[in-house]
């Protein structure tokens, strides 16, 4: 979401949520909150970011300063928001099987991995590309404990029931780890 459209006709929060948005990936820039009142705080934090680019240290948004936000805030904001979703499914039909080597059992694989920190029945894998017996066992009991028929191999059913439990068991260790 492009938040300078979000506060379009409210030119100090757009700023006040740029600076913020910039401080969460600069160490040195103040913080501020964007309540759309140019404050005390507003300006200190302006000021920190004009010293920062080496800007005139007004306090003031001339035209270079707000560019240079604007420019920075972009940045930023790749750092800050979450990223796409990676849209992979198998083929209508495909099957992948055990010994078979395929670019997507090295997702599988760390789909797997992920979800054995969290859940003791699923052993770790290790990323080969190959559809070994090790994460024939992890995908067997990933399949038990998910209620699909157990074969060990990938089909659309336990591919769509892995990206989904890869999504939660994600989101689950990000919240743990405070990443």
Known sequence: MDHRHSYAGKPIRSLQTMLRTIAQVEPDQENVIPDGI??????????????????????????????????????????????????????????????????????IQSMLLVISFLVDEIPEVEHTGVLDAQTQRALLAFQLLSGLPPTGEVDKQTWKAL???FASASDELSRRTGE
Not at 48 to 59: A, H, K
Not at 77 to 95: F, K, T
């Open 163 to 165: 990206t989904l439990q």
């Open 38 to 107: 140019y404050s005390d705080q507003t300006t200190s934090a302006v000021k920190c970011f004009q010293r920062r680019c080496d800007l005139p240290v007004t306090g003031i948004v001339n035209q270079e300063t707000w560019d240079r936000m604007v420019e920075d805030f972009d940045k930023a904001r790749i750092d800050v928001e979450r990223a796409a979703p990676v849209q992979i499914s198998l083929a209508p039909g495909q099957v992948i099987h055990r010994g078979e080597e395929n670019h997507k059992i090295f997702l």
